[in-house]
């Protein structure tokens, strides 16, 4: 019983740098301009307010910057699982000429930097009249480095898959559609699970391509907007970006507690494979 009460009492601290900024954010957002940074710093505060929280939608159309986020954080995770499942599959079961150097070439991709192809991405999308939209912030990560990774991750994991599963489905007389759609991804949902993850979180914390792209405030996303929380002298407004940064963690934590045993069941499946 000891023993228990120390692993748990150890846990415990070891949650705390953890869970303290988290705490600290939430109670800053309740707190008066001049005690956000007051000193001696105080967790808890004296005078609670909820004029931070009605600054943030009062300055900009924050609301709707919520939405941007999550659609397209929702559309980048869909699209990128379906190219990962359909491109991992041909790369891991089809036998077609130059697979093995398309691959590399993928790979390669993933060695440069978003900052060496930003500009030229920004010059494709504005002579294609796409600038000031969400298409760029759409298409980039799924064609980009986080939909390279998907395929990649499926690839390897489809190649686990004996092969001999789809060998006795062809002598039933599948094709390889139905194998795919049939087959393969039931066996696939622990790694698309994955990939949905890396995907929508890549995409809902993205700054630079939205920063780049994106020049409206109601086109703007939630890590684009918490910027913009600034006054006549461009100094950061602690209060109102203490709350907007609350209220945009709110999305995030429903969907996990919506989702979280879906998550976990694919994430253990995942370790089992």
């Known amino acids: 019983m000891s023993s228990r009460v120390l692993r748990y009492a150890f ?28 000193s001696p710093p105080q967790l808890i505060p004296r005078d609670i307010t909820l004029d931070n929280i009605r600054d943030v939608f ?29 491109s991992g599959y041909a790369f891991a079961r089809l036998r077609f000429p130059g697979r093995n150097v398309i691959f ?7 060695m440069l930097p978003v900052e060496v192809t930003l500009i030229p991405n920004f010059t494709l999308m504005k002579d294609l009249g796409l600038a000031d939209t969400h298409v760029p912030l759409l298409a980039l990560p799924v064609f980009g480095a986080t939909g390279v990774t998907g395929i990649f991750l499926m690839r390897q994991f489809i190649q686990s898959i004996p092969v001999e599963l789809e060998e006795a489905a062809m002598i039933d ?3 390889r559609a139905r194998i795919l759609w049939h087959l393969v991804l039931p066996l696939t949902r ?6 949905g993850i890396i995907a929508f979180l890549y995409s809902w914390n993205s700054f630079l391509e939205p920063l780049v792209f994106v020049n409206r405030s109601e086109l703007y996303t939630v890590p684009l907007a918490l910027t913009a929380l600034t006054d006549t002298s461009g100094n950061p407004l602690w ?10 963690t709110v999305p ?3 969907a996990y507690l919506v989702a979280r045993r879906q998550i976990t069941e694919s994430l253990a499946q995942t370790g089992v494979k």
């Open 11 to 38: 846990l415990v601290v070891l949650c705390v740098p953890l869970v303290f900024p988290f705490l600290w954010m939430i109670t800053s957002a309740l707190k008066l301009p001049g005690d956000v940074l007051a």
């Open 58 to 86: 009062a300055f900009q159309p924050f609301a709707r910057q919520i939405y941007n986020s999550l659609y397209i954080a929702v559309l980048v995770a869909l699209f990128t699982c379906a190219l990962s499942l359909l």
């Open 104 to 110: 590399f070439l993928f790979l390669s991709a993933l």
């Open 173 to 175: 007389g599948m094709g």
């Open 190 to 195: 622990p790694m698309l699970g994955t990939i």
């Open 239 to 248: 209060g109102p970006q203490m709350a907007a940064t609350t209220i945009s």
């Open 252 to 254: 995030l934590v429903i």
